[in-house]
């Protein structure tokens, strides 16, 4: 992604003397280590700042100042390849790797991502977006520099949530086994694995990743060697010792030196560990406790709240702009809540999104019926397979962008069996300044291919709690595609109404041109209809198709366009073509759809114009096709 080059100082800088100082981490590591916790300082009050003028992730990031300044102070970046998963947490990094005075344009078109990417810096090693693929990457990286013979440290940082992730165990397990130069650094927000420490596990951490305990532990080992009860007994002591004050068992089985855990806002702690870890061979694990949110009282308190936001008033947290019209992950939300009360079968599922995917009042009000399986996809979706198989109903909300991760457990696991799974899939379409990590552009292109599953994707917010009670209704695999943010603004009724299966809505009587609009472009067409005189269809299920009514309109018209928020390849529009082709039917079809790339940030609204799928694209694309295909004008006599 091309970045505009700009050295306009930030608004604020002035007020970061220490801060604006460090334009690249070799300035960082000049400075003396007693200097660091101000910079610390001047660097979190930066990141309140300017997150709060952009929006983006701002929680996370305010729990890894500390540690982000220490890998780099300890670390020879970019030379040492550091891996951070996910990304989210990733702003300080970036601040401190020369990006500091182009943080205005973070998430805007043709500014920063709100994510590591190669493109856009050289201290971003490896692209990411999605969770739990650091430790895969830096594995790689770290074999192709012994495979290479280059002296190299490779870091990946990953929190709690994304270590439960099984991709992550999976690189624990190979790197544990071949034993390359890795360091995992385990950032833990959650309190998920250890109690909260202080200076007695600090301490412990120095000390166990100290040169004199490595001596005398591989001292010993070796003075063993030759007497097998004794280096067993030895073996089973050390190992016991260690378990009894910290939970780095398991790491140790898996073939990795654990140190920890140790205060990840301590920096004489982390930079001490850090430096004698950089020294230790074979693969190792450090285990560091932080506070989301940590020194801003908002972001502390509600540390979910504040994960991602709009831009906010930094001294009172407050949201610049109040909260607009009803979104569509409100919508399911709502539905969800009346669905349960109505079925005691339903449950719902999320893999770690339940605020995101709007499960809040449910999971409140519904305990003991809803599950969060963390960063598991694909469980989420065998997990969701062994309910229905006893006779309950599932709902699993889950993002399009993530439920790839989950594609053959959709396929094998659900739609093989043909089981009465209601699969919710928010952020369908273009998502705006997330990027192309999050777009959900591919979804009706892998899902329509797959036999008995139901695909329908509504056209406004009614539509929507219409068609997720349908599915729900339906007694095998369904899925309703919803777009994220806000509808056209349409009223939602509070019933639990179900749609016809397969059958489409015409909107408008036209001639020549019929428009085919799959989900939310259903409010563009209509309006390019009003200048073409062209018939609008709210086609509604993608699958299966509303055959006969589309048989019809190739009869009538000289012109089909499909419209769709999804990819052109082997999208809904492709299966409009599948069949017509079918049936030997010659009518025209133009299929506008995201074109064949990744598409770069902006807002949902740049997003569309640029695919040409606003009513301007749509009308000049149709007028184009039309004007393509006129009969030639007979030549003039002489």
Known sequence: ?????????????????????????????????????????????????????????????????????????????????????????????????????????????????????????????????????????????????????????????????????????????????????????????????????????????????????????????SALRHIPP?????????????????????????????????????????????????????????????????????????????????????????????????????????????????????????????????LTRFAASFPERYLDVGIAEQHALTLAAGLACE?????????????????????????????DVTLAVDRAGLVGADGATHAGSFDLSYGRIVPNLVIMAPADEAECRRMLQTAFQHPGPAMVRYPRGAGPGVAVEPGLQVLPLGKAEPRRAGRDVALLAFGTLVAPALQVAEALDATVVNMRFIKPLDGDLILELARTHRLLVTLEENAVAGGAGAAVSELLAARQVATRCLHLGLPDRFLDQATQQEQLADCGLDAAGIEAAVRKALAEHEPAEPPTPD
Not at 181 to 204: E, F, K, Q, R, T
Not at 289 to 310: I, S
């Open 1 to 221: 992604m091309p970045i505009p080059e700009s050295r306009t100082p930030h608004p604020a800088a002035s007020r970061f003397p220490l801060l604006s100082r460090i334009e690249l981490p070799a300035d960082l590591r000049r400075l003396p280590a007693g200097r660091l916790p101000a910079l610390a300082a001047e660097l979190r009050e930066f990141l309140i700042d300017s997150v709060s003028r952009t929006g983006g992730h701002l929680a996370a990031g305010l729990g890894v100042v500390e540690l982000t300044i220490a890998l780099h102070y300890v670390f020879d970046t970019p030379h040492d390849r550091l891996i951070w998963d996910v990304g989210h947490q990733a702003y300080p990094h970036k601040i401190l790797t020369g990006r500091r005075a182009r943080m205005g344009s973070l998430r805007k078109r043709g500014g920063l991502s709100g994510f590591p990417i190669r493109d856009e810096s050289p201290y971003d090693t490896f692209g990411v977006g999605h969770s739990s693929t650091s430790i895969s990457a830096a594995l790689g990286m770290a074999l192709a520099a012994q495979a290479k013979g280059e002296s190299r440290q490779t870091i990946a940082v990953i929190g709690d949530g994304a270590l439960g992730a099984g991709m992550a165990f999976e690189a624990l397990n190979h790197a544990g086994a071949l034993k390359p130069n890795l360091l995992v650094v385990l950032n833990d927000n959650g309190m998920s694995i250890s109690p909260p420490v202080g200076a007695i596990s600090s301490h412990l951490a120095r000390l166990l990743s100290g040169k004199l305990y490595t001596r005398v532990r591989e001292g010993g080992k």
């Open 391 to 419: 006779g309950l109903k599932p709902v699993v909300a889950v993002y399009s962008t993530f439920l790839q991760r989950a594609y053959d457990q959709l396929i094998h696991d659900i739609c093989l069996q043909g089981l």
């Open 230 to 358: 004794l280096k067993e007994l030895m073996g089973r002591w050390e190992e016991h010792m260690k378990g009894m004050v910290m939970p780095g068992t398991l790491f140790e089985e898996l073939g990795f030196n654990y140190i920890g855990p140790i205060d990840g806002h301590d920096l004489g702690s982390l930079i001490t560990t850090l430096r004698n870890m950089r020294t230790m061979p074979g693969p190792r694990f450090l285990h560091v406790v932080t506070h989301k949110g940590r020194g801003y009282r908002p972001a502390e308190g509600q540390p979910v709240t504040y994960h991602g936001v709009t831009p906010f008033d930094p001294k009172t947290g407050a949201p610049r702009k109040p909260a607009g019209t009803v979104t569509y992950t409100q919508v399911f939300g709502d539905w969800l809540y009346a669905a349960a009360r109505a079925d005691r079968r339903l449950i719902g599922i999320t893999p770690a999104m339940g605020e995101g995917s709007g």
